[in-house]
């Protein structure tokens, strides 16, 4: 929808409001396969499933999120100390292949996935909100947030500059959905930017290098 939107027509905002809804139904049902066994499966009618604040709280309780952030609050600073920036110091790691520092996630035991578990030992990952609080307190939530919405604003100022250029709306477009300020961004960042970048690049050089004999010969 973001390459549409940005390289042939404008969708407006209410259509793409609806689209994330539905995503969010076929979510809540598609969660039910993925803990139960197939047999064990019961769908409601459609008609006992169109509240919206019931789609909204079974994709709360299947994510947990506000659980999550109820726990960051509890735990800091009180009953344990800020975490001053540790939550990135597995940045440090991430370029090394597992198969030459197979437990590097084991020295980095506050990394956003982990501090919950390693609080209280519930597997869910922490929002990048909660990650900033339990790093620098309510200014790291402020600066932080701030920050992240100066670099958007550059990120798009730079895809508006380039004038409808495809390559610059896809790796944008990609951006929004896969980047963050967190460890296990940074990790999608280097899987799926980093080569869909060096693609672009590499097509782009090829182009060129096939184009220059030609535009030696017009410009003689």
């Known amino acids: 929808m973001a390459i549409v939107h940005y390289m042939w027509r404008r969708i407006p905002t209410s259509l793409i409001v609806a689209a994330a809804f539905v995503g969010i139904v076929v979510s809540n049902v598609l969660v039910q396969y993925r803990i139960k066994e197939s047999e064990d499966v019961r769908i409601a009618p459609l008609r006992e499933q169109v509240s919206a604040v019931q789609q909204l709280q079974a994709h709360e309780g299947d994510r947990n999120r506000l659980s999550t952030l109820g726990v960051i609050y509890y735990y800091f600073p009180e009953k344990q100390e800020f975490l001053l920036g540790?939550?990135?110091?597995?940045?440090?790691?991430?370029?090394?292949?597992?198969?030459i520092w197979a437990d590097k996630a084991k020295s980095f035991v506050w990394r956003d996935t982990n501090i919950v578990p390693e609080l209280?030992?519930?597997?869910?990952?922490?929002?990048?909100?909660?990650?900033?609080?339990?790093?620098?307190?309510?200014?790291?939530?402020?600066?932080?947030?701030?920050?992240?919405?100066?670099?958007?604003?550059?990120?798009?100022?730079?895809?508006?500059?380039?004038?409808?250029?495809?390559?610059?709306?896809?790796?944008?477009?990609?951006?929004?959905?896969?980047?963050?300020?967190?460890?296990?961004?940074?990790?999608?960042?280097?899987?799926?930017?980093?080569?869909?970048?060096?693609?672009?690049?590499?097509?782009?050089?090829?182009?060129?290098?096939?184009?220059?004999?030609?535009?030696?010969?017009?410009q003689r």
């Open 120 to 218: 209280v030992g519930a597997p869910v990952p922490t929002p990048f909100h909660g990650v900033l609080y339990a790093n620098f307190s309510w200014f790291g939530v402020v600066l932080g947030m701030l920050g992240w919405g100066l670099f958007h604003r550059r990120l798009y100022e730079w895809t508006m500059a380039a004038h409808g250029d495809k390559s610059v709306i896809v790796l944008y477009a990609n951006t929004l959905f896969i980047f963050g300020p967190t460890l296990f961004a940074f990790s999608f960042l280097t899987q799926f930017m980093v080569p869909l970048a060096a693609i672009i690049v590499f097509v782009g050089y090829r182009r060129r290098s096939a184009l220059s004999p030609l535009a030696s010969v017009g």
């Open 86 to 99: 540790q939550s990135w110091f597995g940045l440090i790691a991430l370029p090394i292949p597992r198969w």
